[in-house]
C-alpha cells in the first residue's frame, strides 16, 4: 500500500553513472549540448564547484539542468517541483535505473509485455518522455487505463492482457496519475502546444475533487454517460476533508490520486499467467513545461512471481 507518509517523504536516489545511456526528449536541445557522459559531467561539477550556483544544489540538479532536463535550479519551478514531490527526477535519467534492475530477472524486449496505467491525456505521451521510452524499449504497449490513471479495464483486462504474454514470460505494468506544472511553477496547470493559456492536469482528477466541492451530484451523476469520471469522483470524495485540510491542496490531490490508483492496480492483477515475473512500477508522473523532461516521482517498484516472494526494488534506484 502507499498510505504511508513515508512514500511522500524521502529525498530521492543519488546520481549514478547511467543517465547518459537514455534517449532524451526529441523537442529538447540535449543533443547538441550532451557531449560528454554524464559521470563526466558529475566529477566536472563536483570538482569545479559550479560556483555560480549555491552549494545548497546537488551536482545531480545541475547536471540535469545542463542536460535541458530538469528546471534551473534556485528558479521557482525548480523550487516548486522539489517543495511538492522530492525525489522525483527525469524520467529519461530515471529509465535508464529501472531497466538496469531488471537484469538480474532476465527481463527483455522477447519475453516481457508491456502495459501502462497512466491518465489517457495526450501530454503524458510526448516523443523522449518515460512512458515513451518505456514502449520503445518493451515494444508494444497495452494501455489498462482510462482518465485520470485508474485501471478501468478491471480484473477481465487484465486478465486479458496477461494472456497476452509469451510463453514462460514477464509483465511489466507502469501505473500512476499526473500532474502539471506551468512554466512560472503553478502546480495543476499545463500550458499545452497551440494554447494561449494554461489548462488543468490532471483535469480529470482536478475536476472531481471541485465536483465534490461545489455540485456533490453534478455532471458526474449520471453513470451512463461519464462512467470514470463518476468512478473518481467517488473516490475522491472520502479523502477531501483531509485535501482540504493541506497547505497545498493540488499536492494532496495528486498523492490522493495516486493512493486510488495504486489500490485499484493491486485489486486487480495476478500471476496466474505462468511462472514469469510481475513488475509493477509506480508513482507520479510531473509534466513538466516543453522542452523540459516530464519527472517521475517513483512510489511502488516490486517484482513478483506466482508462489514467490513480493520483492521491493525501490532500493535499486538509488
Sequence with gaps: ??????????RGPPPTAMEHGCAPPRASNWRSRSTLPVAVLL????????????????????VFWWLGWSPQPGSPLFRNVQAAFP????????ATRVLKAMEPYKLTPNNTIYGQCLCSDEINNRNGHLPDLMQQHWGTVFTLSGIGGAPFVGKTGFAAFSSHVPEDGNVFLLFGPHVGFSPDGQIGKYLRNGHSGLSSACGAVIAGYNMCLHDKGGAASSHNHDMQESWLKSKIEPRVPEIQKSTSPMVELSKAAYEIVEDETLSIINTNYGSGYLVLFGGIVINMPVPLQDHFLPLHFTIRSAGGQIIDLMPTLK
Design 43 to 62: 566529477l566536472l561539477a563536483v570538482f569545479s564547484g559550479w560556483e555560480w550556483y549555491p552549494a545548497a544544489f546537488t551536482a545531480q540538479e545541475k
Design 1 to 10: 500500500g502507499c498510505s504511508s507518509e513515508k512514500h511522500f517523504s524521502n
Design 87 to 94: 525525489g522525483a527526477l527525469p524520467g529519461c535519467a530515471l
